[in-house]
């Protein structure tokens, strides 16, 4: 995974830089939204505080720039800071109807709209399905990447990230790949921005309960109407979900 990231990253143009810059970026957005309580009953440390161990609120560019290629050396441009640190811990997401949850006295958070799965070229594309499932789902959906208010972007890498949102803006691979359908530019003013996996943590097979929680409370605090979640997978598989903030 190490390897395809540092792959993808020079593909795309992403420099050693680009992903310092968006590591220290999600470190700091995580211990400010630690630090206002907006994690408090969204991640609950078990037998010790993530917050504590994995969130570097103090990193900078000068300690990111220390650190050495941790998978192509000497030269590659992912190192420890710039990678997901492997965490352990789970997730619970509770999905009903509508009906039901009302009928049983729930309040629901959000409603799925849409989601979809897809597979690519794990030679070429490893960790590029998120921008052939995010192309799938707007279509599916028939909304726009302009209609997203809220997006919570798995953060593998730094550099698979930024691979992706280049490759979402690009005409070409539009052209070449997405059948002409170019999702579009992101603001970065919408994209994770109470930190993601490079400061939180990836426990397997955890981190999508996290994704949807996360994106629903950020609706329900106002952020907007819509919720883009997206992750790349082992073997070349994604996904990508649109959710909608509930509204009685």
């Known amino acids: 995974m190490g390897h395809s990231a540092d792959r993808l990253a020079t593909r795309f143009g992403v420099s050693r830089e680009d992903q310092d810059l968006y590591a220290i970026r999600s470190h700091h957005n ?27 609120g ?3 560019v000068e300690k990111m720039a220390k650190l050495k290629p941790a998978f192509i ?15 352990d811990g789970a997730s619970a997401v509770l999905i009903m109807s509508e009906e039901k949850a009302l009928k049983l006295g729930f309040t629901p958070k ?5 989601w979809t799965y897809t597979a690519v070229d794990p030679f070429e594309d490893l960790l590029l399905g998120p921008t052939y499932a995010t192309a799938q789902i707007l279509r599916a959906s028939g909304l726009t ?35 002409g359908f170019k999702v579009g530019e992101i603001p970065m003013d919408k994209i994770n921005t109470l930190g993601g996996s490079l ?29 883009l979640l997206t992750a790349c ?3 070349g598989l994604a996904t990508s979900c649109i959710l909608e903030r509930y509204e009685k």
Do not use: C, W
Request: no cysteine; proline share 3%.
């Open 145 to 179: 990447i302009k209609d997203i208010d809220v997006v919570e972007f798995h953060e593998a890498f730094a550099g698979q990230v930024l691979a992706n949102l280049r490759a979402m803006e690009s005409e070409s691979f539009a052209h070449e790949f997405l059948g």
């Open 73 to 87: 050396k000497p030269h590659g441009t992912i190192t420890a800071g710039s990678a997901s640190p492997l965490t």
């Open 30 to 56: 995580a211990a400010r939204a630690h630090e206002q309580g907006l994690y408090k009953d969204e991640v609950v440390p078990v037998g010790g505080d993530i917050f504590e161990n994995n969130i570097k």
């Open 110 to 114: 959000a409603i799925i709209k849409s």
């Open 199 to 227: 400061s939180i943590g990836h426990p397997f097979g955890a981190t999508g309960g996290r994704l949807m929680t996360t994106a629903s409370n950020r609706m329900m605090r106002g952020e907007g109407k819509y919720a």
């Open 58 to 60: 103090d990193t900078s």
């Open 233 to 235: 997978a082992d073997g």
